[in-house]
Structure formats: structure tokens, C-alpha cells
């Protein structure tokens, strides 16, 4: 199941920054660009990773760059482990929200 952790906060201020380039929604569900490193030194999801890496990116927030909000899942599954429930359950977030964005990033 999808749960907002960073909705609303935009990614690196851009709404501050007075960006009018859309709005995109990056719904992250457990992949590669979120996970960090385990005891064992195995990649896992981790949460609030990405969000905070993208939150620190300053070039995010340059004038151009649309404003973004994060969803993050609960529980966070590589796409190597997902399955067909996985992929429904994104596409209905998307759905939900489609004309609330310009683009998603999953």
C-alpha cells in the first residue's frame, strides 16, 4: 500500500524558488536509488532516504524545474520481488492522482 511520507514537501524548496515548470509526483516504492547500505554491506530500501537526498539536491530547486511531492510506500519492495498486485497498486496511485500532476517518476 502507497503512504504519503513527504507529500506536500516540495522537493529542494522549488516552490519557494517560484517554479511553475508542472508538478511531478515521485512515488518511490523500494528501488536502487533509495537504498543504502546494510550491516552486511548489502543494498536495502531504506526510508526517507531518497527523500532526503532529493530534498539536498540544489539543483532541483533552479528557476525551470517543476515542483514535486514524494510519496513513499510503507513497505518498500524491490522491483525484482514485485508482483502483479505491487504494479496494480502503483498504477491506482497514479490514477488517484493523475490530474493533480504533470508527470510521475515511479
Known amino acids: 500500500t502507497t503512504r504519503t511520507v513527504a507529500r506536500g514537501d516540495d522537493v529542494g524548496g522549488m516552490a519557494a524558488a517560484g517554479a511553475a515548470a508542472g508538478r511531478v509526483l515521485i512515488i518511490y516504492v523500494g528501488g536502487t536509488m533509495g537504498m543504502t547500505e546494510d550491516e552486511f554491506g548489502s543494498l536495502r530500501p531504506s526510508k526517507g532516504y531518497l527523500t532526503s537526498v532529493l530534498k539536498a539536491m540544489p539543483e532541483l530547486a533552479s528557476p525551470g524545474m517543476p515542483d514535486a511531492d514524494i510519496v513513499e510506500y510503507d513497505e518498500l519492495v524491490d522491483s525484482s520481488d514485485m ?18 500532476y504533470d508527470g510521475f517518476v515511479v
Open 83 to 100: 508482483d502483479a498486485s505491487d504494479w496494480a497498486s502503483i498504477a491506482k496511485d497514479i490514477e488517484r492522482t493523475y490530474f493533480d
